[in-house]
């Protein structure tokens, strides 16, 4: 940081990478990240799709939000951070933060095309992004990121909200939930049946 400003320096290519090479890394990381995202998307889905759509607006108490206002305060935040990444800052004067806490959607349907549309304006920034633009800078409030550190903040952010998701779903759905990942006291059999389909273990 130089007075305030964000200022990016090239290191000495020690490793003997090519430029073809940066690029490839560039491109490697964007789909990484992609695939994190779509996983964290996947996960919520999976969590929330197994309760009734009446249940997405219960809160577990009333110092709590409830999976459907997660679910738009996500949706809202996508919408403020990636629509012009690079050209503006991603606290848009148009977001209205407070009432992304509120649920007045009239119906599930609103509910889940507000989700997606906060997902597909995410998706269209990453797509959009080329491996030489992770290194510009874009503001967030005011303060100097680059293109990678708010990606970071971004997976640390939806991350944080997609475990609450799931806990508050697992919660609320009862003995009729069914197991995200691998179930309690079936670590063996898991990596077992992992096992068989891969190279074995070094």
């Not at 797509?127 to 874009?138: G, N, Q, T, Y």
């Not at 970071?152 to 991350?159: F, K, S, T």
């Not at 609320?172 to 068989?196: F, I």
Request: charge should be neutral; proline fraction near 3%.
């Amino acid at each position: 940081m130089r007075g305030g400003r964000l200022v990016f320096t090239r290191c000495r290519n020690d490793a003997g990478l090519t430029g073809d090479a940066v690029m490839d890394l560039g491109s490697a990381f964007m789909r990484s990240v992609r695939a994190k995202f779509a996983a964290q998307k996947e996960l919520a889905e999976r969590a929330f799709g197994q309760l009734p759509a009446d249940r997405l607006a219960v809160a577990l108490s009333a110092e709590t939000n409830s999976i459907a206002v997660i679910m738009k305060h996500l949706a809202g935040n996508m919408r403020s951070r990636w629509t012009d990444l690079l050209a503006s800052d991603g606290e848009k004067a148009w977001r209205d933060r407070d009432r992304e806490f509120v649920d007045d959607f009239a119906s599930h349907a609103d509910l889940l095309a507000y989700w997606e549309g906060g997902w597909s304006c995410l998706f269209a920034a990453l797509d959009a992004l080329a491996p030489d633009d992770l290194l510009k800078p874009v503001m967030i409030r005011g303060k100097p990121h680059s293109v990678v550190e708010a990606i970071h903040r971004q997976l640390d952010h939806y991350g944080y909200h997609v475990g609450q998701i799931v806990l508050i779903a697992r919660v609320l759905a009862g003995d009729t939930w069914q197991v995200l990942t691998v179930p309690r006291g079936g670590t063996k059999e898991y990596n077992a049946r992992v096992w068989q389909r891969t190279e074995p273990r070094p």
